[in-house]
């Protein structure tokens, strides 16, 4: 296979992927927010009533006018009459003049009049009468009570004003939008119970190879169980979409080409395990390029592991040839696999959590290929400052040993440009 000499770095390689995709025509269904974790949005969501609808304290104390509170201290306090207490739940039945104030708890509406909050540590009570006991929910006291302030406030401190977390109608979440808690908590806040989401993408699975059986059987000497259709199944799920397993087909070129074009018809992509190196017995290749236009465009990545994955695009579906290694094939499932899937969901580009490290031993590599190296990360006894506190241990192990992941906290990239990196260095991870 000539094109299999030719090796493209991985970054072209899944930019070419990506770029002969077309654009995502996944259907978009409508779902309760609460079960949305993970979800892609489908379509633009906006706040349908600023948020907070009326101001709110952050503390404890008392709402004032700041401006009367203006130079108090210690030493020189402000004196304020108190007029009531603000009830929970509820608006407050009356209204701040010029020298009083109300206690008011965290998340309690402001009483018109009052700008700010004072927190209860800087005031006391100078004439203790029955509040408690004697007033209701907003009364004014039978007689003045007085409240030391012991520090002056600013308007609007310790208040969240109307609209401070979103605007009415302002843009909250824009399509394409990675559903997790923090935005699941946020349309509740705003009374949001259903949104659009694009629909989970379908990923046909196929395994190769006449020595793979299911992992519900016994292997006989010279069998193994297949392993790739369940991690890259469990990948393809973790990153949005659904996998559909289309079992295990033997190195018969007809039976793979019948298998892979019925994938592509019911799934949105399709990855092919096994059957991408360049042996006589492998035909990945041969069948994508049956499977329509364009065919191959990458037969070989400048990376390790998985120099033999092969990149196609089949009348618009991605259909990737990845190794029957499994760390072969996992490692680069998170670098082609996983990007095919956001671009059909269309999820915006977010960066991957990633951490510092200080890499633990010297690790060699070859000039032009990029290398993925799976790495433990520990916490570093003698680590000062960000990110040094922990340590990354390289993984070492071949490509055919899956139990080399298992243990592994992150990935650790060689750039092609470099012959190596030493030990003691402060490296990137990327975590799993």
């Known amino acids: 296979m000539p094109e299999f000499l030719t090796l493209l770095p991985p970054d072209e390689s899944r930019a070419l992927l990506l770029s002969h995709l077309s654009a995502p025509t996944i259907a978009s269904v409508m779902i309760d927010v609460p079960s949305s974790l993970g979800r892609v949005t489908a379509e633009d969501i906006l706040a349908p009533h600023p948020l907070p609808e009326f101001q709110r304290a952050t503390v404890d104390g008392y709402a004032v006018r700041a401006k009367d509170t203006f130079g108090a201290t210690d030493s020189l306090p402000a004196y304020l009459n108190l007029i009531g207490e603000v009830p929970m739940g509820d608006a407050p039945a009356f209204e701040l003049g010029a020298g009083q104030c109300a206690l008011i708890h965290t998340g309690g509406m402001l009483p018109k009049g009052a700008d700010a909050v004072v927190m209860l540590e800087y005031t006391q009570v100078v004439r203790r009468g029955d509040l408690h006991g004697r007033l209701g929910a907003g009364a004014s006291p039978a007689r003045t009570e007085e409240i030391e302030i012991f520090r002056a406030v600013a308007d609007g401190e310790n208040v969240i004003r109307v609209g401070e977390d979103v605007a009415q109608g302002g843009l909250i979440l824009p399509r394409g939008s990675r559903m997790r808690p923090a935005e699941i908590g946020g349309l509740m806040a705003l009374g949001i119970m259903s949104l659009r989401v694009a629909a989970k993408p379908k990923v046909g699975l196929i395994s ?15 069998q193994v169980r297949d392993i790739n259709s369940y991690t890259l199944g469990a990948l393809v799920e973790k990153a949005g979409g659904e996998a559909k397993r289309y079992g295990i087909f ?25 059957g991408s ?33 092969i990149l196609g695009v089949c009348n618009g ?22 990007p095919v899937i956001e671009k059909l969901l269309g999820a915006l580009p977010k960066p991957k959590p990633t951490v510092m490290a200080r890499l633990t031993v010297n690790l060699p590599s070859q000039a032009g290929r990029e290398d993925w190296w799976p790495v433990k990360l520990s916490p570093s006894p003698t680590g000062r400052g960000q990110g040094e506190g922990l340590s990354a241990d390289p993984i070492f192990g071949k490509s055919n040993l899956i139990f080399t992941l298992t243990s592994a906290d992150g990935l650790l990239r060689i750039h092609p440009d470099a012959t190596g990196l030493s030990a003691g260095e402060m490296i990137e991870v990327t975590l799993l």
């Open 208 to 222: 190769t190879g006449d020595e793979v059986i299911d992992p519900s059987q016994s292997p006989r000497p010279g």
């Open 250 to 274: 033997g190195d018969r070129f007809e039976v793979l080409k019948d298998a892979a074009a019925e994938a592509l018809t019911g799934c949105d992509a399709v990855i092919i395990t096994a």
């Open 277 to 309: 190196s360049a042996s006589t017995r492998d035909m990945t290749a041969e069948v994508i390029r049956t499977l329509g236009e364009p065919g191959v465009l990458v037969h070989g990545i400048n990376t390790r592991p998985g120099k033999p994955t």
């Open 317 to 338: 579906k991605a259909v990737i040839g990845l190794p029957g290694n499994p760390v072969s094939a996992l490692v680069n499932g998170y670098l082609f696999v996983v």
